[in-house]
C-alpha cells in the first residue's frame, strides 16, 4: 500500500509540474489551474469512516474549500447564504471539535 501511495505522489507532483509549465506559458487560464489544485488537495484529503459531521446548512452545499495554509480547515457554502468552518485535523475528535 506504500508503494502504492508513493507512485500516486510522484505522479501528482509530475502533473503539477506539467499545469505549472502550460499555466507559466499562457496555454491555460488561472482557473484551470486553481481547479487542478483543489481536486489534488481534494484528493489528499484522508476522510474518516467513524466520524460524522453534522451540517447546518439548510440548502444545497454549493462549494467546498480546504484552506490552504494549514490543510486543517475545510470551509463550505451552501444555497442558504451559510458558510461553516471544519476542522479536519488528524487531531479531530468529535468531543474537540467546534463547527463555526
Request: aromatic letters at 8%; hydrophobic letters at 30%; a positive charge.
Amino acid at each position: 500500500k506504500e508503494e502504492e501511495r508513493v507512485k500516486v505522489e510522484r505522479l501528482c507532483i509530475r502533473m503539477l509540474a506539467y499545469q505549472l509549465l502550460r499555466r507559466e506559458v499562457g496555454d491555460d487560464r488561472p482557473n484551470v489551474f486553481r481547479r487542478f489544485l483543489t481536486a489534488k488537495n481534494t484528493y489528499k484529503l484522508d476522510l474518516s469512516d467513524t466520524v460524522e459531521f453534522y451540517s447546518p446548512h439548510l440548502g444545497p452545499i454549493n462549494t467546498l474549500d480546504l484552506d490552504s495554509a494549514e490543510n486543517r480547515y475545510l470551509l463550505s457554502g451552501s444555497g442558504d447564504s451559510k458558510i461553516s468552518v471544519y476542522d479536519v485535523s488528524p487531531q479531530f475528535t468529535p468531543s474537540k471539535s467546534k463547527m463555526r
